[in-house]
């Protein structure tokens, strides 16, 4: 393990009966480092948070939390994490007080510097002032605050948070999204979201899994080279037959659309425009055009998770309201 790697993930896999939710799962996570963790419903995301952080066990693999396994060595390994599970574990009838300073104490805080502890995640997560008021009359936003505090509370390395925005409005989502930047900044924080913007407005790298396997594992670099390389449009005034671009090494598939232009989808790291030249020049094939595509996000997760890229967009890419928010 690296010095400053806090998590280590190894050949993780956990089977409910006989659905494997998580299948040969590995990766890594460094201090400074915002990990957004990608999928659809259903793909393993909240299954593989609830293992790192100790409150559900694997089938098969191991997690190393800041030196300690997590098997081994359970009580030193879940004191280095601070967990936001998808519903946040608050007591609506406490204080926001009330409730850090019990959070505090769950966590081993010695009881001089729990003040000072409480007051450090409320400035933090810009709670000052609420600190009196019910937890059941805040707004949501200001909720999912405390429920982030309750997390950094005892200044853990590493920050779990599974779906924090959900339910928020726009100028919330904002707020909580800058939050998460300013603590990728101290902590180690994996965000479990299926919302693609969010982990483009504040993630360092990108995982996603689907159907329990990891299927793309990048820094936001590699995702915009990844979005820039993996796809050509091209041209034809004489267009071939759809199954002759197909057999081009590197292509993984062609979409067709008007006037003889056709999107060609690509390995990374097998661009087949000389191959694509080629046929061209040998059929005379009248090729007027042809440019790197530029995949968005949201492509990519398609075309991770259902094999399908549905359409391909320029320099601005178009998300759906849906996953927009
Ligand atoms: N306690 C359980 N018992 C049986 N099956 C479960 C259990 N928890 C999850 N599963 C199944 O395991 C798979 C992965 O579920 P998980 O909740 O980890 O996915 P997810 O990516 O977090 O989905 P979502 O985005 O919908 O929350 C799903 O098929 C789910 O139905």
Redesign the pocket.
Known sequence: MSHNTLVEIRNLS?F??A?Q??RDVSFTIRQGEVLGFL????????????IISGNLAPSGGSVTIAGHDLLEDPRAAKSQIGYLP?QPPLYRELTVDEYLDYCAALNHVPRARRVQARDNAKERCGLHGVGRRLIGNLSKGFQQRVGIAQAIIHLPPVVIL??PTVGLDPIQIREIRALIRELGKEHGVIL?T?ILPEVQATCDHVQI?NK?ELVLNESIEGLEHHMKSASLTVAFHRPPAQAALEKLPGVKSVRLEKEGRMHVFHEPEKNPTDDILRLAVDNNLGLYEIRPGRLSLEQIFLELTTGVADGIVNETPAIPAELAT
């Open positions: 956990r409910y009966g659905l939710a998580v999928g659809p419903n259903g793909a393993g995301k909240t299954t593989t948070m609830q998808e599974d779906e479990s299926h899994i329990g």
